[in-house]
């Protein structure tokens, strides 16, 4: 059930990229979809999405691998004195 339930955490950002880019390519050719008035509109929804979900999709997979020191000495995280 953990796994059914992170695939679908995961599954929900992937979306989102798939619809910015979707976006930005009905922009790039001109064609306005419905909720939209305006293609800068659309242009700016299609970055903002693609960016959230490939930001999201980006920091959880540089997290497992953190968890599993499979990352470089340098994307490690600081030690924290107590």
């Known amino acids: ?17 798939a619809g910015g880019i ?3 390519r009905d922009t790039i ?19 903002l999405l693609f960016l959230i979900g490939f930001l999201f999709l980006a920091g959880f997979l540089l997290n497992r691998d953190r968890k599993q020191g499979k990352v470089a000495p340098r994307f490690m995280n600081p030690k924290v004195k107590e």
């Open 22 to 24: 979707k976006l930005i």
């Open 1 to 17: 059930m953990a796994r059914f339930f992170a695939f679908i955490v995961l599954l929900v950002p992937i979306l989102m990229t």
């Open 29 to 47: 050719f001109s064609r306005i979809v419905e909720p939209f008035p305006f293609l800068w509109l659309q242009f700016i929804v299609g970055v």
